[in-house]
């Protein structure tokens, strides 16, 4: 399950900038088992710079790629990405793999200074990336985004992107990742169930709860997720919900470990809001299944509600029967008093990709990422994939499918209050795991929201006082 998505226009301008910092005086893990110097730089691909070649690539030097197989699939790579690359460099061979163990596959490399030149890192066996930063085995990409975009005149590839797509990728200051897909969240219905029984979209908690009871008294369950492997869509649904009535400030405390950031009333209240929908409207035997058997149940109408990524129109697309129609809303307001609106949304880029600074070839690879940075890539990474990219503006204008058609025009109508969400669960496993444990606890056994509040809390601190785990802060 890949967190990615897809193209709108203006939209692309709202996603909210963050920049990512090593706290002062703290040293990161080395997830990678330190840094091998034993990659020879000095034999390193290059060529001259010019107007034409920015980045100053061999042109005949081959280009190694490894890309992960999962929810996006491998065709934007194959089918497009490639042959693009290859329309310009037409003499440098490019050297294609997939895996779905990144890092059981990439980190051994990473550690020889043998890396292949560009990297996608994602999915279940995802590497460490502050590691692999620290440890001086990813490429620094300010020349990457200074260079002029390969399709887009007069503008550097940093001006063609959706604000906050290269503060996401930087680390101390300065870029290592190409954060390339860009996600809307929401809770995700079919409109053609809906339509059929009349049934009125809700911006309000209690219009919410209300359609919730009609949804079960028709003999569907009104909301459901998997527990056994996606309960961060859950924690995810419940911090969204936190954020707007609190603003995105109650998340950042959270990423930055700030003393009482889970007992935080926004939190409560979100947590006992939620906790209710799981009493009430929830089959408690998804506790056990995974992602698949309850997306598998929403296309067959048996679940109403399902929260989740743009992602999940793709990755059901074999499943999708033809009476369905993905259709995404924001997560209603929980209170009337939530200091942002209804219509407020959380999307941000995700799905990492980056240039391994001892390869054989890192400049080719970098120049790899400008073509996938181009226009006419991302147009059709957006067509294969049903996933919006950090390319702003790329698909505008272009008949797209149903559900992304949708989760554009949540992000049209949430204007400028997009929110990018929270960091937590990529800078610190513990807490991570502790809120999917928590967070099921709240939806599957009980709905103390309470309860949930105070061991994530206790999880936060655990985490804030372990001087052994490098620590992160946002501002």
Known sequence: MSEITTSRRTLLR????????????????????????????????????????????????????????????????????????NKKWPDAKITYSATQQVATTIKPRLNAGSAPDMINNSGSDIMDFGAIVKAGQAADLSDLFAAPSLDIAGKTVAETLVPGAVQQ?????????????????????????????????????????????????????????????????????????????????????????????????AIMQA???????????????????????????????????????????????????????????????????????????????????????????????????????????????TKLTKSLTVVAGAADGVTISPGLTSANDALSKAGQDVFMGYLFDTWYKKLDDASREAVNQLMFKGGDAKKFCDTMEAASQAVAKDSSITKFTRS
Request: glycine share 10%.
């Open 14 to 85: 709202r996603a909210a900038a963050v920049g990512l910092v090593a706290a002062p005086g703290v040293s990161f893990l080395s997830a990678c088992a330190g840094s091998d110097d034993s990659g020879d730089t000095s034999k390193q691909a290059t060529g001259t710079k010019s107007a034409d070649n920015p980045l100053g690539i061999d042109p005949k030097a081959g280009v190694e790629i490894v890309i992960f197989d999962g929810g996006l699939g491998t065709k934007y790579a194959t089918d497009v990405d490639t042959p693009l690359f």
């Open 169 to 265: 990728g930087t680390y101390d200051g300065k870029p290592f990742a190409v954060n390339y897909s860009f996600t809307v969240f929401g809770l995700w219905y079919n409109k053609k169930l809906f339509d059929k029984n009349s049934w009125t979209v809700p911006t309000t908690w209690t219009d919410f709860t209300a359609l919730l009871d009609k949804i079960k008294a028709a003999g569907v369950t009104p909301f459901g997720y998997a527990g056994a492997n996606a309960s961060y869509y859950m924690v995810r649904a419940l911090l969204t919900s936190a954020a707007k009535i609190g603003t995105e400030q109650v998340l950042k405390d959270i990423d930055n470990l700030k003393p009482g950031a889970w007992t935080n009333d």
């Open 271 to 381: 947590a006992k809001a939620w906790g209710e929908v799981g009493n009430k409207y929830i089959d408690k035997s998804f506790l056990g299944l995974k992602h698949t058997e309850v997306q598998l149940q929403q296309d067959q109408d048996k679940v109403a509600f399902y929260p989740c990524g743009s992602w999940l129109e793709n990755e059901q697309a074999a499943s999708t029967p033809a009476g369905f129609e993905y259709a995404m809303m924001a997560f209603p307001s929980v209170t009337a008093a939530d200091k942002l609106p209804a219509t407020a949304i959380n999307a941000a880029a995700g799905e990492i990709y980056f240039a391994a600074a001892k390869s054989k070839n890192p400049q080719g690879g970098k120049e790899y990422l400008r073509t996938m940075l181009s226009k006419e890539a991302a147009l059709e990474f």
